[in-house]
Antibody, heavy 117, light 111 residues
Framework: QVQLQESGPGLVKPSETLSLTCTVS????????WGWIRQPPGKGLEWIGY???????SYNPSLKSRVTISLDPSKTQFSLKLNSVTAADTAVYYC???????????WGQGPLVTVSS | QSALTQPASVSGSPGQSITISCIGT?????????VSWYQEHPGKAPKLMIY???QRPSGVSDRFSGSKSGNTASLTISGLQAEDEADYYC???????????FGGGTKLTVL
């Protein structure tokens, strides 16, 4: 059974960098896309971006200038960095596996990350 | 690009059928057969219910079905059950610049 688990700080100060790591267990990193999706409190889902196992990345155009997604196959982990955060970046951040580039079949539990001083 | 358009809420009684619409454009829903639907219960991670417009992942009840006509995709739930009460989100591929768009979500209430 594939499992994904996010880890990282639950509180980030404005203007700083939000960093999260997703650890994958139960399957290889190979042959899939690995993505991040967020959900502000009381709002809908927003795709942030994903990385293919080969290292190719794709990002939401509205976040592209601030986002970096990277992959560490040796640790079966992938990471999200979102810089220059503001209160508008407060959200539940999910990591997920994409069987193709168009849909996510396994999701992590999603920690709430709050941006506040 | 704007999010896909879904009704804010729908409701139905146990045993009935409901349909949730997801309106996009000719650049996303209308262009690609790459619409997916997710079910989200409060405090839980989203669950994939439908992919590629009408395909059901293993383990998803056949009471859930998806379809598409033009720029509108639809999720139909038949034989409504109390456990179906949740938020539902559609998602569509939108090309190699925008990539993925989600709908705003629909809250399903089982009366």
């Amino acid at each position: 059974q594939v499992q994904l688990q996010e880890s990282g700080p639950g509180l980030v100060k404005p203007s700083e960098t939000l960093s999260l790591t997703c650890t994958v267990s139960g399957d290889s990193i190979n042959d899939y896309y690995w993505g991040w999706i967020r959900q502000p409190p009381g709002k809908g889902l927003e795709w942030i971006g994903y990385i293919y196992y080969s290292g190719t990345t794709s990002y939401n155009p509205s976040l592209k200038s601030r986002v970096t997604i990277s992959l560490d196959p040796s640790k079966t982990q992938f990471s999200l960095k979102l810089n220059s955060v503001t209160a508008a970046d407060t959200a539940v951040y999910y990591c997920a596996r994409a069987r193709s580039f168009a849909y996510f079949d396994y999701w992590g539990q999603g920690p709430l990350v709050t941006v506040s001083s | 690009q704007s999010a896909l358009t879904q009704p804010a809420s729908v409701s139905g009684s146990p045993g009935q059928s409901i349909t949730i619409s997801c309106i996009g454009t000719s650049s996303d829903v209308g262009k690609y057969n790459l619409v997916s639907w997710y079910q989200e219960h409060p405090g839980k991670a989203p669950k994939l219910m439908i992919y590629e417009v009408s395909q059901r992942p293993s383990g998803v009840s056949d009471r859930f079905s998806g379809s598409k006509s033009g720029n509108t995709a639809s999720l139909t739930i038949s034989g409504l059950q109390a456990e179906d009460e949740a938020d539902y989100y559609c998602c569509s591929y939108a090309g190699s610049t925008t990539f993925l768009l989600f709908g705003g979500g629909t809250k399903l209430t089982v009366l």
